[in-house]
């Protein structure tokens, strides 16, 4: 079961709202950018941190004693926290699809919208670089940021759109993508572009030594970790 704040996934999986969890004696609880509760931690057979954050997120901030295992999405991660505890690294998963150039000569700018993935900047690298389009496409995350920086470049050329849950739809929109973040737990933007011959022109911070692995590979890890 999937439990989450908000309702986008109650017609995606077998789920609920969060309010409606009770935890059992025979549940293995995986929690993600959340504090449960020392209580419901001790009911749980196997309880699991699975952090993809860094600075969002900062274990040595929390208790994590209780907690089985914490799963990190690449080593960098792991290194940056740097908490002494029983960890696994195992990477998301990055689906393949066909991608087709629109042959608009546009290019996307894709993820939150924020200082910290630095869209004005990816902006300003796609018009230099002789992109006559740019697609914003992500959920606004700072909007102090969004009204001071990128509403000023917005126009004709310059376009936003909200978050899209499509990622093949989402990429058919443009020709190549930018990609500027301050740093990347695991840069899923670049794995999904090479995984799927994307043009990916991205800042070296953003890059990680996360590792890309099948699908098939990442339950394997998943079940061995997880007991099963």
Same mark, same amino acid.
């Given at each position: 079961?999937?439990?989450?704040?908000?309702?986008?996934?109650?017609?995606?999986?077998?789920?609920?709202?969060? =309010?409606?969890?009770?935890? /059992?004696?025979?549940? &293995? +609880?995986?929690?993600?950018?959340?504090?449960?509760?020392?209580?419901? @931690?001790?009911?749980?057979?196997?309880?699991?941190?699975?952090?993809?954050?860094?600075?969002?997120?900062?274990?040595?901030?929390?208790?994590?004693?209780?907690?089985?295992?914490?799963?990190?999405?690449?080593?960098?991660?792991?290194?940056?926290?740097?908490?002494?505890?029983?960890?696994?690294?195992?990477?998301?998963?990055?689906?393949?699809?066909?991608?087709?150039?629109?042959?608009?000569?546009?290019?996307?700018?894709?993820?939150?919208? =924020?200082?910290?993935?630095? /869209?004005?900047?990816? &902006? +300003?690298?796609?018009?230099?670089?002789?992109?006559?389009?740019?697609? @914003?496409?992500?959920?606004?995350?700072?909007?102090?940021?969004?009204?001071?920086?990128?509403?000023?470049?917005?126009?004709?050329?310059?376009?936003?759109?909200?978050?899209?849950?499509?990622?093949?739809?989402?990429?058919?929109?443009?020709?190549?993508?930018?990609?500027?973040?301050?740093?990347?737990?695991?840069?899923?933007?670049?794995?999904?572009?090479?995984?799927?011959?994307?043009?990916?022109?991205?800042?070296?911070?953003?890059?990680? =030594?996360?590792?890309?692995?099948?699908?098939?590979? &990442? +339950?394997?890890?998943?079940?061995?970790?997880?007991?099963?």
């Amino acid at each position: 079961m999937f439990y989450g704040p908000h309702r986008w996934h109650l017609n995606k999986c077998e789920g609920a709202l969060l =309010d409606d969890y009770s935890p /059992t004696p025979d549940d &293995i +609880l995986i929690t993600h950018f959340m504090q449960v509760s020392l209580e419901d @931690i001790e009911i749980v057979k196997q309880h699991i941190l699975s952090c993809h954050e860094t600075n969002l997120f900062p274990l040595k901030d929390f208790e994590i004693l209780p907690y089985d295992f914490i799963h990190f999405v690449s080593n960098s991660q792991k290194e940056w926290h740097g908490v002494d505890h029983p960890s696994v690294v195992i990477p998301p998963v990055i689906d393949r699809f066909e991608w087709v150039s629109p042959r608009k000569n546009r290019a996307g700018i894709f993820g939150s919208v =924020d200082a910290h993935k630095q /869209t004005h900047v990816s &902006i +300003l690298r796609a018009l230099e670089s002789g992109y006559e389009e740019v697609y @914003i496409i992500g959920s606004q995350t700072d909007p102090k940021y969004f009204e001071q920086l990128i509403t000023p470049l917005l126009g004709e050329t310059v376009k936003y759109f909200s978050h899209m849950n499509d990622r093949k739809n989402m990429y058919n929109k443009v020709d190549a993508v930018f990609h500027s973040s301050e740093r990347e737990t695991f840069n899923l933007i670049k794995a999904e572009c090479n995984l799927n011959g994307i043009p990916y022109y991205g800042l070296s911070s953003a890059d990680s =030594d996360g590792e890309m692995l099948e699908k098939k590979e &990442i +339950l394997e890890k998943w079940k061995q970790n997880l007991k099963l």
